[in-house]
């Protein structure tokens, strides 16, 4: 009986909507641009925010959007300042309209992997914030970044997409901002979360989630970053067969806040980075060691007192990482435990 009541009372109140000229309110979704693939055309200049929304405009049938663009570039010229002026106006947006239900960035897709896990770290919010992009440009056929933008704001209008961190939404598949790799140069399947695999589908029919992100993130991350203005240097030094370990100490006497090397698999290296990680861990630079190879994990204890290892995360996340963790000084001493949980 209850049940009856419900399904007529919300027939009557679609029914006295469309009567009146009104359909039932749409989700509000904000969506920020950056620019990237999705933005450009081969024969043009790239499109304005607002342009890039109104060629999809289906989006309207699931949600009710405002376009803001805080950049224009590809992601290659993505910088930190950017990150923070992104992380700073997702929480503005969420902590001022509590009828937001999600963002949606849209980023290039070559370092969205860095900004996606940035926002993951310092967003203070369950809300879904969900990035697209584009591997072919708005003017060919198969353009596949309208699809990408449609999908990523249905996901984001969804409550059930809540509390599951950042999300890369590209070809129908949702996969954590933490756990994705860009893999392919050319194809539109590009974002593949090796080991983890993806958390859910942006189906036709409904937008569905099989798994929950494993580590920490946005509402249970503890970086606190709002009025942080820069970010700590931390460069990403590679090792090599023969690497005489000079590109670590030419970093270490810069004195930077912290750097990345990226080893060999299991975080095995040369004896040239070997000395070079000595040499800057001696002087207090926290070194973490990250592993070139994409699937597992770098395991047991660090081959080098001080050291902190990655696990299975790539040089360049840790990197980011390591950057959030540096620019909130009270994380210094307990790296080891941040690479762990996030
Ligand atoms: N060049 C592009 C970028 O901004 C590539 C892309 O978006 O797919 O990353």
Do not use: C
């Amino acid at each position: 009986m209850k049940n009856i009541i419900l399904v007529v009372s919300a027939f009557l109140l679609v029914f006295t909507l469309s009567i009146s000229g009104q359909t039932p309110e749409k989700p509000h979704v904000v969506i920020l641009t950056t620019g990237g693939t999705i933005a450009s055309r081969s024969d043009a200049p790239s499109l304005e925010g607002n342009a890039l929304v109104q060629a999809v405009p289906q989006i309207l049938d699931y949600a009710s959007v405002r376009v803001e663009e805080i950049a224009r570039t590809g992601s290659s010229r993505i910088t930190p300042k950017i990150w923070l002026r992104l992380g700073k106006r997702i929480n503005e947006i969420f902590s001022q309209d509590s009828t937001v239900s999600g963002v949606v960035v849209t980023h290039g897709t070559d370092t969205m992997e860095e900004t996606a896990y940035y926002l993951n770290l310092v967003v203070k919010d369950d809300r879904p914030v969900v990035m697209v992009g584009s591997m072919r440009s708005a003017n060919v056929i198969s353009a596949d970044g309208p699809s990408n933008l449609l999908q990523g704001v249905r996901v984001a209008t969804k409550t059930h997409s809540k509390n599951r961190g950042v999300m890369i939404v590209m070809n129908d598949e949702i996969n954590s901002a933490r756990d994705a790799w860009k893999t392919d140069n050319q194809r539109v399947q590009t974002f593949r979360s090796t080991d983890h695999g993806v958390l859910g589908y942006a189906d036709p029919d409904t937008v569905i989630f099989y798994r929950n992100p494993s580590h920490l993130h946005t509402i249970n991350s503890v970086f606190q970053l709002d009025e942080v203005e820069i970010l700590p240097e931390v460069p990403i030094v590679i090792d090599y067969a023969g690497f005489d370990g000079s590109t670590i100490i030419h970093w270490k006497d810069r004195n930077p806040a912290g750097i990345i090397v990226q080893t060999f698999a299991g975080g095995r290296m040369s004896s040239g980075a070997l000395d070079g990680i000595r040499r800057a861990t001696a002087d207090g630079i926290p070194v973490v060691i990250a592993s070139r190879v994409p699937g597992g994990r770098i395991p047991g204890s660090p081959p080098i007192a001080g050291t902190i290892l990655a696990r299975d995360l790539p040089a360049h996340k840790a990197r980011v990482l390591l950057m959030v963790a540096l620019a909130d000084h009270s994380h210094k001493e307990t790296l080891t435990s941040i690479f762990n949980q996030y």
